[in-house]
């Protein structure tokens, strides 16, 4: 049965997955650009005390757009399911509520992770071209609170669309922004880089959250 869930989740969200994938091509495809433009226009030595020295991350451009990423995916696959009720109608095939919406977050996530190993091939190649693999490297944990912050967002936004209490609902929309909002808080190379192991901890919750609000639903019979 698990293949032929993921087959329907792809099909419902083939056209957000292509649109999503070239648009964090084309941002990053810009960034490429926008570098090469500044080491021709500019002295390549200032551009490089900007990166080294100054600590100016010259990817400002793609902070956002996992978070964005992860919400469309979110909304394309259950905004339908909630506003036809076909989620109702899923629950009730011969499988566990567990593993149906197991196959949904999976879906939805493999698609996540597949744009942002696009995103983060791109962003690492274009700076070991122009400056030294210190700075490509740094790339990975600057980027890595971004992509989790899209993460969040995806896990956030299913948990919110599903939960079917209102103050309960905002509570959860308050909470998810929150930690999405601290994720964004700091600049520069790697700034949150030591707190990586313990914002992990968050994941699994959020996963609950999603599975508890899951089971509301079907107990509501809404």
Same mark, same amino acid.
């Given at each position: &049965?698990?293949?032929?869930?993921?087959?329907?989740?792809?099909?419902?969200?083939?056209?957000?997955? @292509?649109?999503? /994938?070239?648009?964090?091509?084309?941002?990053? /495809?810009?960034?490429?650009?926008?570098?090469?433009?500044?080491?021709?226009?500019?002295? @390549?030595?200032? +551009?490089?005390?900007?990166?080294?020295? =100054?600590?100016?991350?010259?990817?400002?451009? =793609?902070?956002?757009?996992?978070? =964005?990423?992860?919400?469309?995916?979110?909304?394309?696959?259950?905004?339908?399911?909630? /506003?036809?009720?076909?989620?109702?109608?899923?629950?009730?095939?011969? @499988? $566990?509520?567990?593993?149906?919406?197991?196959?949904?977050?999976?879906?939805?996530? !493999?698609?996540?992770?597949?744009?942002?190993?696009?995103?983060?091939?791109?962003?690492?190649?274009? %700076?070991?071209?122009?400056?030294? +693999?210190?700075?490509?490297?740094? $790339?990975?944990?600057? &980027?890595?609170?971004?992509?989790?912050?899209?993460?969040?967002?995806? /896990?956030?936004?299913?948990?919110?669309?599903?939960?079917?209490?209102?103050?309960?609902?905002?509570?959860?929309?308050?909470?998810? $922004?929150? %930690?999405?909002?601290? !994720?964004?808080?700091?600049?520069?190379?790697?700034?949150?880089?030591?707190?990586?192991?313990?914002?992990? %901890?968050?994941?699994?919750?959020?996963?609950?959250?999603?599975?508890?609000?899951?089971?509301?639903?079907?107990?509501?019979? +809404?």
């Amino acid at each position: &049965m698990l293949p032929s869930l993921l087959l329907k989740e792809w099909l419902k969200l083939k056209r957000y997955f @292509a649109a999503a /994938l070239l648009l964090n091509f084309g941002i990053c /495809l810009k960034i490429f650009f926008d570098i090469r433009q500044q080491m021709h226009s500019e002295h @390549a030595e200032m +551009v490089w005390y900007q990166a080294i020295h =100054i600590h100016t991350v010259l990817y400002q451009d =793609i902070r956002y757009l996992p978070l =964005i990423t992860g919400l469309v995916l979110a909304a394309a696959q259950f905004v339908p399911e909630m /506003l036809g009720r076909r989620l109702r109608l899923s629950l009730h095939l011969p @499988a $566990s509520r567990g593993f149906m919406l197991f196959s949904c977050l999976l879906s939805g996530l !493999l698609l996540y992770l597949l744009i942002c190993v696009q995103d983060t091939i791109i962003i690492y190649l274009t %700076l070991q071209n122009y400056f030294p +693999v210190e700075v490509a490297n740094s $790339s990975l944990p600057t &980027m890595l609170p971004w992509l989790l912050a899209g993460l969040l967002g995806y /896990l956030g936004g299913v948990t919110v669309l599903l939960e079917t209490h209102w103050p309960r609902r905002i509570f959860l929309l308050l909470i998810f $922004s929150v %930690l999405i909002t601290m !994720l964004f808080s700091g600049n520069g190379y790697g700034w949150f880089t030591p707190a990586i192991p313990y914002l992990l %901890l968050l994941f699994p919750m959020a996963f609950c959250s999603v599975f508890e609000s899951a089971r509301r639903f079907q107990e509501r019979g +809404v």
